[in-house]
């Protein structure tokens, strides 16, 4: 392979690293959430702007990143601005998917979650094929 300086050769598959594909997944399963869901904000109800996959949860904890019940389309003032707007999050939820459920997300981001290649890779291929 003939090397251009200043130029890296191009990534194949087998060299993408774990970061790539985690951010892969966040960028496919946002658009599964933001398709999923009606296109108003979650939090504030606004319709007819840019939405974000906002989570109530934060992204930090890998066992509730990806948990459908965890996200909902959000505005970014909301989303970004508003810190998620947590208490409205929470509020919203309950009145959606109980009380129960939400408890049992809050318990379950404190799962340890060690993550491989093949499952990123079989997660990005599920959330593209309900695309």
């Given at each position: 392979?003939?090397?251009?300086a200043?130029?890296?050769?191009?990534q194949?598959?087998?060299?993408?690293?774990?970061?790539?594909y985690?951010?892969?997944?966040?960028?496919?399963?946002?658009?599964?959430?933001?398709?999923?869901?009606?296109?108003r904000?979650?939090?504030?109800?606004?319709?007819?702007?840019?939405?974000?996959?906002?989570?109530?949860?934060?992204?930090?904890?890998l066992?509730t990143?990806?948990?459908?019940n965890?996200?909902?389309?959000?505005?970014?003032?909301?989303?970004?601005?508003?810190?998620?707007?947590?208490?409205?999050?929470?509020?919203?939820?309950?009145?959606?998917?109980?009380?129960?459920?939400?408890?049992?997300?809050?318990?379950?981001?404190?799962?340890?979650?060690?993550?491989?290649?093949?499952?990123?890779?079989?997660?990005?291929?599920?959330?593209?094929?309900?695309?």
């Amino acid at each position: 392979m003939v090397r251009v300086a200043g130029k890296k050769p191009a990534q194949r598959n087998s060299t993408r690293s774990m970061a790539w594909y985690k951010k892969e997944l966040d960028r496919v399963f946002s658009l599964y959430i933001r398709a999923k869901f009606p296109p108003r904000c979650y939090t504030c109800g606004k319709v007819g702007v840019s939405l974000q996959c906002g989570h109530f949860i934060s992204r930090q904890y890998l066992a509730t990143r990806w948990d459908e019940n965890n996200c909902r389309p959000q505005c970014i003032g909301d989303n970004i601005f508003g810190n998620g707007k947590t208490f409205d999050f929470e509020e919203a939820l309950k009145k959606e998917i109980g009380n129960d459920v939400v408890e049992q997300l809050k318990k379950k981001r404190h799962e340890i979650w060690k993550l491989d290649r093949a499952w990123y890779v079989a997660e990005i291929e599920r959330y593209k094929n309900m695309l």
